[in-house]
Structure formats: structure tokens, C-alpha cells
């Protein structure tokens, strides 16, 4: 499985950015799809993750009603949409993919994910 993060760029405070992670190689059927980051000087982080067969999703707390994970089916893509974006958002973000066994809690974990995309730069300026 490859995955492949886009969409990334610099935007001003308030501002929306959608991040998109397409998979080659298999469907993400029986899989989570997590996205996390990575800020300077700092530990990747986990932002949000989605069930891809139910759909069930759970956010980091400090992202919760402004970032919307979704999954396209038809495109095998797993899409991070982030509204109201603060500068505290800036990091290297990162989508990846766990079983879909684990239950909700680990999947805010790093090491249980198997496969990783290489990451797209976001900037949010104040």
C-alpha cells in the first residue's frame, strides 16, 4: 500500500485547507485511516482518525469542530478538511493506515498504524 498526502500550503489564520490521502495498491476496506502531524520541534501528534467501513470517526481535542475527516469511497481517498485554521495548526501532516481491528483509543497511537504517506506542509501565518 502506498498512500500519497496532498493539499497542503500556507493560509492565513481563519482560513480552510483540505488535505487529501489516495491510496495505491489496495481499497482501505477493513482499515482505519488516521491523520496526524508533526509541528518543529515537537512529537507527531494524532488529529483524527475514521472507521473506513462504518464511518465512525473521533478528532484530537483541539481540532474537534473545526477539522472534518470524510472518506470517498469512489476514489479510495480519505479527505481532512480544516476550517478556522490557527497558527498553532502549522505541522507536517501525515496520513496512515491501522487495521480497522484496533479499537478507537489506540488508533490515537502512532505505532499501531502500518502504512504512512509522506507528509504535506501546512502553514498557517497570523
Known amino acids: 500500500v502506498q498512500l500519497q498526502a496532498s493539499g497542503g500550503g500556507l493560509v492565513q489564520a481563519g482560513g480552510s485547507l483540505r488535505l487529501s490521502c489516495a491510496a495505491s495498491g489496495r481499497t482501505f476496506s477493513g482499515y482505519a485511516m488516521g491523520w496526524f502531524r508533526q509541528a518543529p520541534g515537537k512529537e507527531r501528534e494524532f488529529v483524527a482518525v475514521?472507521?473506513?467501513?462504518?464511518?465512525?470517526?473521533y478528532y484530537q481535542g483541539s481540532v474537534k469542530g473545526r477539522f472534518t475527516i470524510i472518506r470517498d469511497r469512489a476514489e479510495n481517498t480519505v479527505i481532512l478538511q480544516m476550517n478556522s485554521l490557527k497558527p498553532e495548526d502549522t505541522a507536517v501532516y501525515y496520513c496512515?493506515?491501522?487495521?480497522?481491528?484496533?479499537?478507537?483509543?489506540?488508533?490515537?497511537?502512532?505505532?499501531?498504524?502500518?502504512?504512512w504517506g509522506q507528509g504535506t506542509l501546512v502553514t498557517v501565518s497570523s
Open positions: 475514521i472507521r473506513w467501513s462504518s464511518g465512525m470517526t
Open positions: 496512515a493506515a491501522a487495521p480497522g481491528t484496533y479499537i478507537m483509543s489506540a488508533l490515537t497511537t502512532a505505532g499501531v498504524y502500518d502504512y
